[in-house]
């Protein structure tokens, strides 16, 4: 029997690394990895659905699954996941010391709905009382003009501000000229980036404070997933579970690699060191994939983007991921 032939756009990771380079294989599949920017990767596959199967935007994910559009279902494989403490950049003369402080503030975001702007807004409301309706939003181009409309339409609750800025202006350059108070961001604004940059971490020892919040919620915000076409899981129904065992070995060959000490396979002098401090914390799988070791910060992104208006229910795993990966 011919084995079925599929194509994977995703970022370059080294999870994903043994499935590029064929030395992990998922049974049955014969699998093309393209190695894309997440970005084009998420309009290609929201806008065209131009992939077999994609890594996506977890908060897009669960737009496009409550309005009842989307032609793919996930897997409980998280590609990207990132504490989110470091997201928040505040001008260094600006007299914010504090995520308390920012209440009442302009703040700038490059598109509201994203999922690491989802996480921050469910800690600043859970971690320090801030709910969303006590800031000002302002969206548009982080370092360049924004060009573009967003990539998903939102219609938020009546008690959220969100003002697009002129399409000239940039999001880093009216913070830095005090026209708003912060920037949320994944990616550092360019003026963070410059050694005499006037724009600073909110959260300097952000490390540290990212360590705490996991040791208090056992979260580990979870950023990205896998989708597969619906047609593809209909047709062959054990295709789920066969990619979902794949990825996990990819994954096992990646942490792997970490532990190769002899010579490095990562760029980074204290590799060691890093990765013994990690396990002590987390465990030896820290970046795990499955439904039950992710429940809590499942749950909690569903009940943020619920709350945040994103979506109009909260929806339940059961809907959201094949069926079959539901019990691995």
Same mark, same amino acid.
């Given at each position: 029997m011919? $084995?079925? %032939?599929?194509?994977f756009?995703?970022?370059d990771?080294?999870?994903?690394q043994a499935?590029a380079d ?6 049955g ?5 393209? $190695?894309? !920017?997440?970005?084009?990767i998420f309009?290609? &596959?929201m806008?065209n659905?131009?992939?077999? &199967?994609?890594?996506? =935007? ?14 793919f ?9 990132t504490?989110?403490?470091s997201?928040?950049?505040?001008? *260094?003369?600006?007299g914010?010391?504090? !995520?308390?402080?920012?209440?009442? $503030?302009r ?11 989802v996480w921050?807004?469910?800690l600043?409301?859970?971690e320090y009382?801030?709910? !969303?309706?006590e ?5 548009g181009?982080v ?5 573009k409309p967003? *990539?998903?339409?939102?219609e938020? !609750?009546?008690?959220i501000?969100?003002t697009?800025?002129a399409p000239? /202006? ?6 830095q @000229?005090?026209?708003?108070d ?6 550092a ?8 940059? $006037?724009i ?5 020892d ?8 996991f /040791? ?11 989708v597969?076409?619906?047609e593809?899981?209909q047709?062959?129904?054990w ?9 996990? /070995?990819?994954?096992?060959k990646?942490?792997?690699n ?11 002098p204290?590799?060691? %060191? ?7 914390l987390?465990g030896? @799988?820290?970046?795990?994939?499955g439904?039950?070791?992710?429940r ?8 943020y983007?619920?709350e945040q208006?994103?979506i109009h229910?909260k929806?339940?795993?059961e ?6 990966t539901?019990? =691995?």
């Amino acid at each position: 029997m011919p $084995k079925l %032939e599929l194509n994977f756009a995703c970022a370059d990771y080294d999870r994903t690394q043994a499935l590029a380079d064929g030395s992990v294989k998922a049974n049955g599949i014969e699998l093309n990895v393209l $190695k894309l !920017p997440p970005d084009e990767i998420f309009f290609r &596959m929201m806008q065209n659905e131009e992939f077999d &199967m994609s890594e996506l =935007s977890v908060s897009s994910y669960l737009i496009a699954k409550d309005r009842g559009t989307p032609r793919f279902t996930a897997l409980p494989v998280f590609l990207s996941r990132t504490f989110r403490h470091s997201s928040i950049y505040v001008h *260094r003369d600006g007299g914010i010391l504090s !995520p308390e402080q920012l209440r009442g $503030k302009r703040i700038g975001v490059p598109e509201y709905h994203v999922t690491a702007l989802v996480w921050v807004r469910g800690l600043l409301q859970y971690e320090y009382g801030i709910h !969303p309706s006590e800031l000002d939003w302002y969206w548009g181009g982080v370092d360049t003009p924004r060009r573009k409309p967003e *990539r998903v339409s939102i219609e938020l !609750p009546n008690d959220i501000r969100l003002t697009a800025i002129a399409p000239e /202006q940039t999001l880093n350059q009216m913070l830095q @000229d005090g026209q708003i108070d912060a920037i949320i961001s994944p990616r550092a604004p360019a003026g963070f980036l410059q050694p005499s940059g $006037k724009i600073v971490r909110l959260f300097e020892d952000y490390a540290a404070i990212e360590k705490q919040y996991f /040791q208090k919620t056992g979260i580990f915000p979870i950023m990205h997933v896998v989708v597969v076409k619906d047609e593809i899981l209909q047709r062959n129904p054990w295709a789920a579970l066969s990619l979902y065992h794949a990825f996990v /070995q990819a994954k096992e060959k990646a942490y792997d690699n970490l532990h190769q000490i002899g010579s490095l396979r990562v760029t980074l002098p204290w590799l060691a %060191e890093e990765v013994a401090s990690t396990e002590q914390l987390m465990g030896r @799988d820290f970046w795990p994939y499955g439904i039950e070791r992710n429940r809590t910060a499942l749950d909690a992104l569903i009940s943020y983007s619920h709350e945040q208006g994103l979506i109009h229910r909260k929806h339940p795993l059961e809907e959201l991921f094949a069926k079959s990966t539901l019990d =691995s």
